[in-house]
């Protein structure tokens, strides 16, 4: 496996991208078996060299490197950084080491923050929200574009490339076979719709309101965009450019895909099992195929795959087992991630089972209504239960088969 | 491997246990890959067979198989239900199929959760605290010992063996390779000091006061005991029988290992590594080895193991990266299992690093405060900024080196 890929992308515009098979958990917390890429993007001018975010620090040897290959560092003029998170900013100042006199722009937020991280005092521009920049017959547009998912997160728009650069913002996880969407196949494209899609429910979920106002905010720029180009995963451009704002924009209202029902339970001992097995059949014997998560003594499923499937779910149902007297703590830290991180206009179906003191469902309901969910049902009974409270749980599954009808 | 092992332990007395190499999270929550036992005792008698809890339900069938290969299950006269967790109680519906006659033994409690989590109406007897049962020439003393770890816990006393059969008290993780604690090699002995010290802080630590009262009841009661099995792990007999209760009695009452150090810490991007790598550091250069446990994004340590070393920390050190303007998520749900699970005698220094906005310092120190955790000390600053606050850092590590010269 080749970690590191350069890409011509137009006669000006090159990426260096990095394929990352090593990191388990993203950020340290979300764990991506289908890895992740840091795509940094470079525009050759005859006036010198535009460089657009970086890798992250541990590969700051490597990134300059491999920049030196095809590049001089000491031709950057600019490098622009468009969030100071560390997986984009880490290689900054191994490349100012080599080439001191580079001029970093950004945000205003970013100076404090590159100089605290990292120790350097670069010299700095900050870029103003709509300021353009000009260079070699180039021009750049700098765009603010606050909370995706940082303060200080910028864009920018080399004009005369029809090009975007949108840093986290339409990024995936993953590691596309080739550069663009429409180089991949069929299965590869599906893949990279689930990714982007888990990495928005991910990192940007928590911040989905303002990516609708940026969204909006940038379809009224009149920006001719060609080529939409993330600092993770697959590049868009051409026919699909729209088809990826579109999607985006869905994900950003937290539309739910239709229909979709997502079960995630805890189980100590199988009693919690043995009823989602029951709701498993009804569902399915109404046509509705539930997304299945569990954490259970064999087995723990992955948050991250979680809180992908549960921000675009029209409904869910959360069911637990009580732990001394409070909700069994896998499942609430992962509740407390599912309100943080997906919208709150789901159907929500809380059923507690205890052993010995029920109280998982009224900790849980008090949980997600202070956080503004309304669509909430609760059912709590003792382990063993669940044929006598069957047709009380049937019921209320009746929402869920009734929308589905 | 063999899975199912019979022991004659004496003449009368027999176990048992159920090898579970499968069980990857006990109670779905605790990692242990040292594997788990499950032991069930039976007493002989010539008036008929008491059983003294079994194995868990998904091993209901095997244990009816492996029982019949040494007695037969029509002779079963009673069988007694330390409690009620199904990892003990789950093989009872079993037995009961193949003998409606037996009765069973228990706290009053008990009937109702037998009755509900098996629906099962078997004839039952609630034993009173102190209660004793003549059969066939033995005398067995049941002993009222709530919340060991559910309410309904009970032990039985056999006099004539001198046994005393402690169900969850005294059990431990880990597979031993013989019954006797005496018969490991020192080694394995240190591992089951570990496994019993893991298996208290995950699953007895929150009642560690109820262990506390229960011990000090066993010692009034002037019982001669020679043997103290457990439900889980090994069994101790002779000389061994007070060391183990002197164990469990420190654990009970939440001793620390004297200079006992633990740093648990998030990374996202290593710059709280670098801080946790100068704090060993300096640590190491005054003789104190910390025990590590971090979360970064190739590795997450056991919250088992982390339980089980913070129990019985005298200090603990919680680094932390910020996230969203909170607590990192997986470092707040771990301090809160610590909150649950362990004493709150031990110093605690928090060290919470931001990129973009301070809160998990404030935060957490407000919700170990709200727990009772006096001891705390606590440090916010923005990332890369450790070199700078060193000094002050030093001066808060100063307790700790102090604590140990």
Request: charged share 25%.
């Amino acid at each position: 496996m080749n970690s590191v890929v350069y890409t011509r992308l137009t006669d000006n515009l090159h990426m260096l991208q990095y394929r990352d098979y090593e990191t388990k958990y993203f950020e340290g917390l979300w764990h991506i078996p289908e890895g992740v890429t840091y795509n940094s993007f470079v525009l050759e001018t005859n006036e010198g060299l535009v460089v657009f975010d970086t890798w992250k620090r541990s590969l700051g040897k490597l990134y300059v490197d491999e920049f030196s290959k095809h590049f001089d560092v000491k031709d950057i003029k600019y490098l622009v950084t468009h969030h100071m998170e560390p997986d984009h900013s880490g290689s900054i100042p191994y490349l100012l080491a080599s080439n001191p006199n580079m001029i970093v722009l950004g945000h205003v937020l970013s100076k404090g923050m590159i100089e605290s991280f990292y120790q350097v005092k670069p010299g700095f521009n900050a870029v103003k929200d709509g300021e353009t920049l000009k260079l070699g017959g180039f021009t750049i547009k700098f765009i603010h574009t606050p909370w995706l998912h940082w303060p200080e997160t910028i864009m920018s728009y080399i004009e005369e490339e029809g090009a975007l650069l949108t840093c986290d913002a339409f990024g995936s996880y993953g590691i596309p076979s080739k550069a663009y969407y429409d180089e991949l196949s069929p299965e590869e494209r599906t893949g990279f719709t689930r990714y982007m899609a888990k990495y928005f429910a991910n990192i940007i979920g928590h911040f989905r309101d303002w990516v609708v106002k940026n969204v909006e905010k940038l379809s009224q720029l009149n920006m001719k965009i060609s080529t939409i180009l993330p600092a993770h995963g697959v590049l868009y451009r051409g026919g699909d450019v729209a088809g990826v704002v579109e999607k985006y924009k869905r994900l950003g209202v937290g539309e739910p895909i239709s229909g979709k029902t997502v079960i995630v339970y805890s189980s100590m001992y199988g009693f919690v099992e043995d009823i989602v097995n029951l709701m498993i059949e009804h569902l399915e014997k109404n046509n509705i195929k539930p997304v299945i998560h569990g954490f259970t003594d064999k087995k723990w499923s992955d948050i991250s795959e979680i809180i992908a499937d549960v921000y675009q779910a029209e409904n869910l149902i959360i069911a637990t087992a009580t732990y001394e007297a409070k909700t069994f703590p896998i499942m609430k830290h992962v509740s407390e991630l599912i309100i943080e991180k997906t919208p709150v206009n789901k159907n929500i179906l809380i059923i507690a089972l205890y052993g010995w003191g029920g109280k998982a469902g009224s900790e849980l309901e008090e949980l997600f209504t202070r956080h503004g969910f309304r669509n909430l049902d609760v059912i709590e009974f003792r382990a063993g239960q669940h044929q006598a409270v069957w047709g009380q749980l049937k019921d209320r599954l009746s929402k869920i088969v009734r929308g589905n009808g």
